[in-house]
């Protein structure tokens, strides 16, 4: 089994489960549909340290919420996923009356696939302010909320969570709500997926360009993410031509043909190596996306916006004026 470029929980756990051909100790996996069957939702618990050593992601919760219907304009299915995604998060968070929430946008805002948690945290509803200067003027189903958008070390030359950890010793928020573009080993997955985590986030690993954790034991406090993948890997779209080449070549009866023999002998490190190394010298790690990432980008924000605000606001959840979706 080569080496896995994906941030989805849920993907490691398919790759590792199917290298070693057996369920994975200390992992268990629920799933569920909703909504007729259009919306299935995944847990993966990982509730061991070996089961954290296999899959190499901290043990905790990791619940993908998955729909068609996200990538396009159903508005139908993008409500459904916001309560659902303000339901988990509701079961994650156990936040009390007063708590206080900090909202952070991480990605780079000029790089479309990259500004998912900026247009998210421009759709929040943040309230600190209220609380500080009018709280007679709050109802009692709002909480106190902030939000930032920190950028990235390339544009400010400070590492994201050194900016966090500051604002948090300034604002101490009883909890974090990170949200970032993801990479996904699966075409698929792109912009269908939103992974929910209590376990943190580290920006940037799935593409290879990993920076300091954000989590409770690098910042303080504890920190819940929220992901989507926008990206897959250029060398894995090859590799997976490969192997829809090689399942065709079995229909067709081509066994016997030296391409087959060399493709299916092939290691799959060596034939993901190999690919990489056709790239490399062109556009060094190249990464694709949708051609209307724009939109997408755009829905997918207003989605997690919305189910983030109902999760955080028990107002928003019985008042629908708050609501960016129609």
């Known amino acids: 089994m080569f080496k896995i470029r994906t941030d989805l929980a849920l993907e490691t756990r398919e790759m590792v489960q199917k290298g070693i051909g057996r369920e994975i100790e200390g992992v268990i996996v629920e799933e569920r549909k909703d909504f007729d069957e259009k919306i299935k939702i995944t847990k993966v618990l990982i509730q061991s340290v070996k089961g954290e050593a296999v899959l190499q992601k901290p043990m905790g919760s990791y619940i993908t919420i998955e729909s068609e219907g996200l990538r396009e304009e159903d508005f139908e299915i993008h409500e459904q996923t916001s309560k659902l995604l303000a339901n988990e998060l509701e079961n994650l968070m156990h936040l009390s009356e007063k708590s206080s929430i900090l909202v952070v946008g991480l990605g780079n ?48 030359g400070i590492e994201t969570s050194e900016i966090i950890k500051g604002i948090v010793e300034k604002v101490k928020p009883d909890i974090i709500i990170a949200i970032d573009a993801l990479a996904s080993r699966r075409l698929e997955r792109i912009s269908t997926a939103i992974q929910i985590a209590d376990t943190g986030i580290n920006p940037g690993s799935g593409i290879g360009n ?28 090859a590799n997976d031509a490969i192997d829809l080449l090689i399942e065709n070549m079995k229909k067709e009866a081509d066994k016997n043909s030296p391409l087959y023999s060399m493709l299916e002998n092939l290691p799959d490190q060596d034939r993901y190596n190999l690919i990489k190394e056709v790239i490399a010298p062109y556009y060094g790690n190249l990464f694709v996306t949708p051609k209307d990432i724009d939109r997408i980008i755009d829905n997918i924000s207003t989605v997690i916006a919305d189910g983030i605000n109902m999760a955080i606001h028990p107002e928003v959840k019985e008042n629908d004026q708050y609501r960016y979706v129609n």
């Open 109 to 156: 805002w000029n790089i479309t696939p990259d500004s998912l948690g900026p247009k998210v945290v421009s759709k929040v509803l943040v309230t600190r302010h209220l609380f500080e200067y009018v709280p007679d003027k709050v109802s009692r189903g709002i909480r106190s909320v902030c939000a930032i958008s920190p950028g990235v070390l390339g544009t400010t």
């Open 210 to 237: 990993e920076r300091k954790a954000i989590n409770k034991e690098t910042i303080g406090v504890p920190v819940v993410a929220i992901g989507v993948p926008m990206v897959v890997d250029a060398a894995i779209i």
